[in-house]
């Protein structure tokens, strides 16, 4: 084999593997997320507790599909967290009221553009009467001055239009409290510009649900790692 054909060989073989590291670079930057904020409270953070959810949505009820769709990923993430799921409110020691719904927003963003227009129209008098009254004008395009270019960048302003996505759940005693008082409280929210709840749902519920029973004092940013589904990928 020649030495030129060697150093070719060599050469493609280094694009090649430049190729691949790209690839797996960018592989690696647009690894599918979901971010969230979590708002969590609570009175008692023991979790021990059997349970029955119950539905707070305005016109839904347990027979709801949706809800029950959701109950069943509310349910599994409640039971990794050590709740038990009771058979009735009379077996259960706590109700979890759950809220839920899309709410249609707007924010107002601006950016700066720059004026690239560096000229200005000017009308120009080309024949006037004895009087000096200008009887013919005639307008043309003149550079503008340096005052007027020191201010070349504007604000364009856009409304942004979005939905804010949300679960609430909320535990209520029903056994040892007449009451009914609320021993913890777990919020999760995020935007988006689609208001489907039935794929936001189980993201939503997966951010809450490590939250569940605490109390984490602000709202705070959770970050869901997806697989090619698009579900969360389990806790490493």
Known sequence: MSS???????????????????????GCT???????????????????HSYVLKPVVDGVDSADLHFREYAGYIHSALESQGLVRAQSAQDASIE???????????????SPSLYTDLQRTQRVCQRRDRNGRCRLW?????PREPPELD???????????????????????IKNSAEREVLWSTRARTNRTNPDLRTAMPLLVAAASQYVGRDT??????????????????AE
């Open 96 to 110: 979890i009221e759950v809220n839920y719904g899309a709410k249609r927003d707007h924010r107002i963003v601006s």
């Open 30 to 48: 647009t690894a599918p997320r979901f971010s969230a904020t979590v708002d969590a409270i609570a009175v008692e953070g023991d979790v021990n």
């Open 151 to 173: 201010n070349r960048l504007r604000d364009d302003f856009r409304v942004l239009s979005y939905y804010r996505l949300f679960i609430a759940l909320e535990a209520i005693d």
């Open 217 to 234: 004092g602000r709202e705070v940013p959770v970050v869901l790692q997806l697989d090619d589904h698009g579900q969360p990928k389990p």
């Open 138 to 142: 005639q307008t043309r395009s003149v």
């Open 4 to 26: 030129w054909h060697s150093l070719n060989m060599g050469r493609l073989a280094s694009r090649f593997a430049l190729v691949a590291v790209l690839l797996l670079s960018v």
